[in-house]
């Protein structure tokens, strides 16, 4: 018999996008008994609630709960206590899913006896600035060693976009850390590899994520990736990568820099030339995206770029700042069923 899959869906005032998500699980070419969804609502104070109550209403193996912690990780971890699947699927709700989605998925886990698997995250955005975030996330100079973000080959991968797993797994390593506002789903998946797990991701697992489209969005949610790095960072020095350190390199560099002008002429040649590598760098690769993807981009995505390399990279500072009586601790598993 083909496994049960336990499809965990986590909103907080999604009423933009939650609708698109559900179709496309409901569209699954997986069989319809053998899956069971669960949204998992964070107090949303918009029609969230309503439309999922409307699109669920009749459907079978279909749940909705409130979530009464409001992160993300609570949501989940009340996904997993309820969830009767063999296999634990999460969704983001701005995803939409290909009809194969679970199925292909099921496939990889089986074939390649990973722990966990998932697709990569293709991006799409609305309007110019939505489109420029999509390129730019997509590609290694925007986001670093995230190669589930830009893999067109399968491989093994520190952590992946909406990862599923065996439900057992939960019992050997417990649920998500409810600490972690952000990051959640890499703690998860670097536990998961400190107890000499794998992690495959398959460009054949295919979705498509919305991501923000407007610039300070973008800004808020990469300062928020770097504030809890921090975290990660405390609970998984290990599993920590120099790709991790660029932001936070060239944010130091710029500070500091900065700062050197007001005591040494020496400042304002570090500063002109920390500027001025990062200015050529930027443009270049800005340049080469244009000509694969149509000039129209350009005037965006210098900007995009220096978004996502800046606000991560002071993120990564107020964290260190934020969470600096918190070296040593270790990571909360609440759900280990």
């Known amino acids: 018999m083909m496994p049960k899959i336990s499809i965990l869906v986590a909103m907080r005032n999604e ?6 998500c559900l179709s496309s699980i409901f569209a699954q070419d997986y069989p319809t008994d053998r899956l069971e969804v669960w949204v998992l609502d964070s107090q949303s104070s918009d029609d969230s609630w309503k439309i999922v109550e409307r699109i669920l209403k009749g459907r079978p193996n279909c749940h909705l709960l409130s979530n009464s912690k409001i992160t993300q990780s609570a949501g989940w971890n009340l996904g997993i206590k309820h969830a009767t699947g063999d296999i634990i699927a999460i969704v983001s709700a701005h995803a939409e899913l290909a009809s194969d989605y679970i199925s292909t998925a099921v496939e990889t886990m089986q074939r390649t006896c990973a722990d966990m ?157 920390v500027s001025c590598s990062y200015v050529l760098a930027n443009l270049s690769f800005s340049v080469w995206i244009s000509y694969k993807h149509g000039w129209k981009h350009l005037p965006l995505l210098p900007i995009v770029f220096a978004i996502l390399h800046l606000s991560y990279g002071l993120g990564f500072l107020a964290g260190i700042v934020k969470f600096a009586g918190k070296w040593g601790t270790k990571s909360t598993n609440p759900v280990s069923h």
């Open 15 to 20: 009423a933009g996008y939650i609708e698109e």
């Open 117 to 273: 698997v998932g697709g990569p995250m293709r991006a799409d955005g609305k309007g110019r600035v939505g489109k420029a975030v999509a390129l730019a996330t997509s590609t290694p100079f925007g986001v670093g060693g995230g190669r589930f973000h830009y893999t067109d080959r399968e491989e093994e991968v520190d952590t992946v976009y909406m990862g599923l797993w065996w439900r057992d797994l939960n019992r050997r390593i417990g649920g998500f850390d409810e600490e972690m506002v952000r990051n959640q789903d890499d703690e998860f998946s670097y536990r998961l590899l400190k107890q000499g797990g794998r992690i495959v991701c398959n460009p054949s697992i295919r979705s498509r994520y919305e991501n923000r489209s407007t610039l300070r969005s973008l800004w808020r949610q990469y300062f928020q990736y770097g504030l809890w790095k921090i975290r990660v960072m405390q609970k998984h020095p290990r599993q920590m990568r120099l790709s991790h350190f660029i932001p936070l390199a060239f944010v130091t560099a710029l500070l500091c820099s900065t700062g050197f002008i007001f005591f040494s002429d020496l400042g304002q040649l570090l500063l002109a030339l």
